[in-house]
């Protein structure tokens, strides 16, 4: 039998912008965190998603994880011209921006202004109804 340790912490991010499944990052280490668990008073319990890290050091944390053209391409989104695009979902960022800009289809149905990974996959699956795939 395998036994998960759940690690309970306060974050800067509200556990109602998070969903089970949602990425997330320990500054100090740089170790990717998987939500696995949001109880009903807003303590998220997290697992590190590599485990030669584990565990981790005193002192670490959550962030969120910005995006990046290297993140969106992990997540299966085609690098093209002016955007990145994984299906009909496409996102590009103006120059000077901390914002990642969505839509749904070539027309531009539906924008978002997005920054995090975390945000990504919210979306993608309000959306499509599908979890986003994630290639660590």
């Known amino acids: ?5 759940l690690f309970k912490f306060y974050t800067m991010i509200q556990a109602n912008e998070l969903r089970i499944g949602n990425y997330l990052h320990d500054p100090k280490t740089g170790s990717w965190l998987k939500v696995i668990q949001i109880d009903i008073d807003g303590n998220i319990s997290t697992y ?3 485990r030669t890290k584990f565990p981790l050091p005193d002192g670490w944390s959550t962030s969120p994880i910005p995006l990046t053209p290297e993140i969106l391409e992990n997540c299966g989104f085609e690098k093209l011209p002016h955007y990145f695009s994984v299906e009909r979902f496409h996102i590009t960022k103006q120059d000077n921006s901390d914002y990642w800009w969505t839509a749904f289809n070539k027309n531009n149905a539906h924008i978002n202004k997005i920054k995090y990974l975390h ?4 979306l993608y699956f309000a ?3 599908q979890e986003l795939t994630i290639n660590l």
């Open 1 to 5: 039998m395998v036994s998960i340790r």
């Open 127 to 129: 959306l499509t109804g």
């Open 48 to 50: 590190v998603m590599d």
């Open 119 to 122: 945000q990504l996959q919210n």
